[in-house]
């Protein structure tokens, strides 16, 4: 996905790599992410839900549960920073990883 530059759709019995179109380029902000909305808007209502990892998407594929996965590549965490820099929104669950630290976990100093 990464040297093709791509997302990835996963079927129950094909794989397929996407690469957008230039108007979907620039429609959206470079990350699969907000690529992923743009395509989801075209689509009837539909359910979604966010899986951890690509193996564990791909089973819920291949197990029956969902009818397609959609494989994302990360952002960069220098795509992070501008974005956080440019005080921009990402799109949801753009930064979802797992696990999180515990609650409290992290502590900094407050001024």
Excluded: N
């Excluded at 470079?30 to 743009?38: E, F, M």
């Excluded at 089973?59 to 969902?66: D, I, L, M, S, W």
């Excluded at 996965?69 to 979802?96: D, G, H, N």
């Amino acid at each position: 996905m990464a040297d093709a530059q791509a997302l990835a759709l996963v079927l129950p019995d094909a794989r397929w790599l996407l690469r957008p179109r230039p108007e979907a380029l620039e429609e959206a902000a470079d990350l699969d992410s907000a690529r992923l909305d743009v395509a989801r808007a075209a689509l009837p209502p539909h359910d979604l839900h966010y899986q951890h990892g690509a193996a564990a998407a791909v089973a819920q594929v291949e197990a029956g549960p969902a009818q397609a996965a959609f494989l994302l590549r990360p952002p960069s965490v220098a795509r992070i920073a501008a974005a956080a820099r440019a005080a921009e929104r990402m799109p949801e669950k753009t930064t979802y990883f797992h696990p999180k630290p515990a609650t409290g976990l992290v502590f900094r100093p407050v001024e």
